[in-house]
């Protein structure tokens, strides 16, 4: 998947951005990446704040035979998928995660 979804690939890494910066007119210009963690606090969180870029990936690689099939119930299979993964990480238990599908999440701790 490429990187630039703005669709400027010479402003994703840092070599092209410092050679559009000098191009410009720029002198004595320094490109570097810094790590960005956009924090999430569940697996509706992560749709909440990625959603139009998961709609963006739908909509751009997956074939309309796909779209057909699939995309109705995606969402709900990644926030199911995202929270099995966050528990596993966590280290919660089944009860834990069961007691969070009623609603119980102030029970959810680390083991």
Do not use: C
């Not at 999430?40 to 796909?66: C, H, P, R």
Request: net charge negative; glycine share 8%; proline share 4%.
């Amino acid at each position: 998947m490429p990187g630039a979804l703005h669709g400027q690939p010479e402003w994703v890494e840092p070599e092209g951005i410092q050679a559009e910066l000098i191009r410009h007119g720029f002198v004595d210009t320094k490109a570097e990446t810094v790590d960005l963690i956009h924090p999430v606090a569940d697996a509706e969180g992560f749709l909440a704040s990625f959603g139009v870029m998961v709609k963006w990936i739908i909509n751009t690689y997956w074939t309309v035979e796909q779209k057909e099939q699939y995309e109705d119930d995606f969402n709900k299979i990644l926030v199911e998928h995202l929270r099995l993964s966050m528990v596993e990480t966590a280290g919660i238990s089944n009860q834990q995660l069961y007691l969070s599908r009623l609603g119980y999440h102030s029970s959810l701790h680390a083991k």
